[in-house]
């Protein structure tokens, strides 16, 4: 339900189940499912700009995961921490760069009369 709610743009809603199916995989004792769990609460949480929970979370699966010998799952949790530090491109709409662009276009033109 969490990846559900993830993919219909539901943040708050995902969260709360992720954090239901991670208590289910704790009391159960399936180590695979509360790896799985958290690695998905790390994807919704950067979604949400809540970039050090999603650290935590993804530090919390990668520990699970090399713990169970799962190597490929240790490396998209790898991959999601790398991606996490790298520089977040400026969010820029269409709209907004072709109105900054006519604005720079007339301060050029008004420069060269």
């Known amino acids: 339900m969490g990846n559900a709610y993830n993919s219909l743009g539901?943040?708050?809603?995902?969260?709360?189940?992720h954090q239901q199916s991670w208590e289910i995989s704790r009391e159960i004792?399936?180590?695979r499912g509360e790896a799985i769990t958290w690695y998905n609460l790390g994807l919704v949480f950067e979604k949400v700009d809540r970039?050090?929970?999603?650290?935590?979370?993804?530090?919390n699966a990668r520990e699970l995961f090399q713990g169970m010998?799962?190597?490929?799952?240790?490396?998209l949790c790898n991959n999601a921490i790398e991606r996490l530090f790298q520089p977040k491109?400026?969010?820029v709409?269409?709209?907004g760069f072709w109105a900054w662009l006519r604005q720079l276009w007339r301060?050029?033109?008004a420069w060269f009369r």
């Open 69 to 75: 010998g799962l190597d490929a799952n240790v490396q």
């Open 29 to 31: 004792g399936d180590i």
């Open 51 to 59: 970039e050090s929970d999603a650290l935590g979370a993804y530090r």
């Open 93 to 95: 709409s269409r709209r």
């Open 10 to 17: 539901q943040y708050q809603r995902a969260i709360e189940f």
């Open 89 to 91: 491109p400026p969010v």
């Open 107 to 109: 301060w050029v033109r």
